[in-house]
C-alpha cells in the first residue's frame, strides 16, 4: 500500500499561493500513534532541502527561505498533512516531499513558479 500521497501542486505565477496535501495512512497516523512529519523540496540539479517540519505535538520548524510565507499544518483526524505556500517566488520551483518519522517518503509534487 502507498503510505504517504501528496497532491495540489501546479504551475503558478510568482506571488500566487498552492497549499500541498499528504495523505497518509493509518497503518502511520492514527490519533493514537502521530508521526513526526516534513515537507521537503528538490530542484533539478539541486539537493533535497528542508521545507518544513511538524512534531507529534505540533512543534513546527521552517527553513529561513519559507518563513513568513508557508505554513505546515496537520490533521490527525483526515490524517492529512498540510503546506500552505503563498508568496511564491521562482526559487520555490521543485518536487515537494512528504515524509514521515524521517524515513517513509511520498511520491513527491511539482510545484512551478513561474517568473
Known amino acids: 500500500q502507498v503510505q504517504l500521497v501528496e497532491s495540489g501542486g501546479g504551475l503558478v505565477e510568482t506571488g500566487g499561493s498552492l497549499r500541498l496535501s499528504c495523505a497518509a495512512s493509518r497503518s502511520i497516523f492514527s490519533i493514537f500513534s502521530i508521526p513526526a512529519m516534513g515537507w521537503y523540496r528538490q530542484a533539478p540539479g539541486k539537493q533535497r532541502e528542508l521545507v518544513a517540519n511538524?512534531?507529534?505535538?505540533?512543534?513546527?520548524n521552517y527553513a529561513e527561505t519559507v518563513k513568513d510565507r508557508f505554513t505546515i499544518s496537520s490533521d490527525n483526524f483526515k490524517r492529512t498533512v498540510y503546506l500552505q505556500m503563498s508568496s511564491l517566488k521562482p526559487e520555490d520551483t521543485a518536487v515537494y516531499y512528504c515524509v514521515a518519522n524521517n524515513r517513509i517518503w511520498g511520491q513527491g509534487t511539482q510545484v512551478t513558479v513561474s517568473s
Open positions: 511538524i512534531s507529534s505535538t505540533g512543534s513546527t
